[in-house]
């Protein structure tokens, strides 16, 4: 989990350059602009993109920091296919609440503490995997390794 919430500061920088790119593309003149969808399915392509890259060569950079890599159930790298069904599955985090709450139209303060919620729920859910591994590793056919460094020269 520590390397997930460090993983959500970098990402931090990815979605500050691609809703840079996607405002200069797309001519956006203010926040309260109606392309908010586009925006938003935008950044679903952009992260699909950074997770897969990073995910088919073993670690992202958060991942390469707490010592973690992902691999298939064999323990080979992740294919590009592999890193995008992983990618899509680990959607499994957040999709569930949002589309529940999506009706609702709760303020953004309940919102939030329901999606948190949730993702305790979904990291508490791995204990039950026989191989205390994420449901959405299940789901993909891949897992988490211990990644101890090299060795220096």
């Not at 840079?20 to 952009?46: C, E, H, I, K, N």
């Not at 990073?54 to 992202?60: A, I, K, N, V, Y």
């Not at 139209?105 to 205390?132: C, T």
Request: glycine letters at 6%; hydrophobic letters at 55%.
């Amino acid at each position: 989990m520590a390397a997930w919430l460090y993983e959500g500061m970098l990402l931090f920088a990815v979605v500050f350059v691609a809703g840079w790119l996607f405002s200069t593309l797309a001519q956006v003149r203010s926040g309260m602009d109606s392309r908010r969808p586009l925006l938003q399915a935008f950044l679903f392509v952009v992260f699909g993109i950074y997770f897969a890259a990073f995910w088919s060569r073993g670690q992202t950079l958060a991942m390469k920091t707490w010592h973690i890599r992902v691999v298939d159930t064999a323990g080979r790298p992740l294919s590009q296919g592999r890193a995008v069904l992983r990618y899509i599955c680990c959607w499994l985090w957040f999709l569930p609440p949002l589309a529940a709450l999506a009706p609702l139209n709760l303020p953004g303060a309940q919102d939030a503490v329901i999606v948190a919620g949730w993702v305790a729920v979904w990291a508490i859910l791995s204990r039950f995997h026989p191989q205390r591994q994420f449901w959405h590793d299940a789901l993909a056919g891949t897992r988490l390794v211990a990644a101890p460094p090299l060795p220096k020269r």
